[in-house]
Nanobody
Framework: QLQLVESGGGLVQPGGSLRLSCAAS????????IGWFRQAPGKEREGVSC????????NYSDSVKGRFTISRDSAKNTVYLQMNSLKPEDTAVYYC????????????????????WGQGTQVTVSS
């Protein structure tokens, strides 16, 4: 069974930090490119941060660049999204996704690239 489970979301004040986790079971994340996406109510799903299959190349949206960091822990078979200096506009459901079809030498942050998705975790940034 192939499964992705996000966790670590919650309510934080503006300027605060959260670390999201995406735990994989049934397959090894080291073999695949991974992406973090988010979707706010009434808005389209947005690519946030992605990492190539090798883990060498990463990509970030302009809105989170310098504040968010994607990383992968092979031993735990988990990918993380460290989110710092959070803003109210970061409020959304955050999803992790995996491309099991192709080797990606460059990080891709377009949703059609990914064919395996988690169920999401809610992040709310508010006073």
């Amino acid at each position: 069974q192939l499964q992705l489970v996000e966790s670590g979301g919650g309510l934080v004040q503006p300027g605060g930090s959260l670390r999201l986790s995406c735990a994989a079971s049934g397959f090894a994340l080291d073999y695949y490119a991974i992406g973090w996406f988010r979707q706010a109510p009434g808005k389209e799903r947005e690519g946030v941060s992605c990492i190539s299959t090798s883990g060498i190349d990463t990509n970030y949206s302009d809105s989170v660049k310098g504040r968010f960091t994607i990383s992968r822990d092979s031993a735990k078979n988990t990918v993380y999204l460290q989110m710092n200096s959070l803003k109210p506009e970061d409020t959304a459901v955050y999803y992790c996704a995996v491309d099991t079809r192709y080797f990606r030498s460059q990080a891709m942050c377009l949703a059609p690239t990914y064919n395996r998705w988690g169920q999401g975790t809610q992040v709310t940034v508010s006073s």
